[in-house]
């Protein structure tokens, strides 16, 4: 087969218009089961768009594909909101897998650990850019943040933290409480959450990142703060890229103040922004950095590491005070997460997203030369800004679906299509969906002109 069409590498084949019968009627049974959130969405969804959002249902994937049940075969720009970054059902996580389903799937978390465990310590902690680091795993993104943000109050006996508008952490209640992205995730909950979180703007320039550091200093000056929680790139808040400085400066406030520098990487570490860690690129060492998503290839395992001095605050009480669940830490998930590190180490692939990444953004800004358009991220985490705001953003991921291309959107204001394919994606499917996207925006006219 010619690249192309092997599946795992293939451009979309689409046999009948999604959703095709299957979908809809497998669509309509699940929206029916799920929380009414989902469909609730949706309708709104189709207000504001004026297109149908009736889901596809997957029945599997391979690579940088995915097949809906009616056998339509799709590129996933999505890839598990940016975790797949060795595509779908890589193949040395599955032998890992496999080899490990032999063995132990559940050992007994933080009372008796297992071989799977340790090595996957070991490796996440030599991540760390200074000696001594401590490894708290988790399952999801949230668990991490969680630990983060506990550590954080154990080590400076300081509940506040300083987090960022548009930024997003997951839904539990810790992290929750700093979800700068969206309002309504927070307000329902508002007097169940931490009241002791002040938002700082996200700097986009050099211009802006001065009022944004005021912001922190303010509040930091103000006294209480334990940790500052940032995304050294906002990942769903629509691939925002700080100026260089920004995380210099964060970390020299925090050194000021005596509060914890916190890395959420959970979307751009492990080589999605073209490095292992993004803080580290960026110049600072973190007291506490988080990772989840695409550690476990496409299982869930997350993981908070810390500086030894971080984490000593854990060991003040005895070990009477603990963060542990029933699978922290599971050998099967520590077996893939092994796997998927050697995977992204042997290929080099947080370079091959820099590139990749780098020469995709410029075809993207040379094709879409629309107004009011812009690209911007780093590596393989890509945002396209569009005019016309998020109903526009809504139809065009729509149009492009039909096409055969799995696409979301981001950003606070839901206005940036945001790309996150496998990081070994090849480059001509990057070619072929910028052209497709060419297309699709040439449809969807912003509302009350012309199309561009
Ligand atoms: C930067 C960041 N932090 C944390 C999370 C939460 O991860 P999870 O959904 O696995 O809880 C996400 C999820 O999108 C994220 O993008």
Known sequence: MNLGEELGRSLPRIRVPPPGPRSREAGARLAALESPSVDARRESRENESGEGHAPIVYASGRGCNVVDVDDNVYVDLAAGFGALLLGHVPERVASAIDAQRDRMWLALGDVYGSDAKLALCERLARLYPAPGARVMLGSTGADAVTAALKTAVLATGRAGVVAFDGAYHGLSYAPLAACGLRSSFRDPFAEQLNPRVVFAPYPVDAASLGRSMQAVDRALAGGGFGAVLVEPILGRGGCVVPPPAFLPDLSAVCARHGALLVCDEIWTGLGRSGAWLASVAGGVVPDLVCLGKGLGAGLPISACIGSARAMSAWAR???????????????????????????????????????????????????????????????????????????????VTRR????????????????VLTLTPPLDVDPPILSAFTEALAGALAEIPIRGGSPP
Request: include cysteine; charged fraction near 20%; charge should be neutral.
């Open 400 to 415: 492009l679906l039909e096409r055969g291309w799995i696409v979301l959107t981001g950003g606070a204001r839901g206005d």
């Open 317 to 395: 009480h005895g070990g009477t005070t603990i963060h542990t669940a029933t699978h922290f830490g599971a050998p099967l998930a520590c077996a893939a997460a092994v796997a998927t590190l050697d995977a992204i180490e042997q290929a080099d692939l947080p370079a091959r997203a820099r590139e990749s990444g780098a020469l995709w953004m410029t075809s993207l800004r040379d094709r879409l030369g629309e107004p009011g358009i812009e690209v911007r991220g780093r590596g393989l985490m890509v945002g396209v800004a569009l005019a016309g705001g998020a109903p526009r953003a809504l139809a």
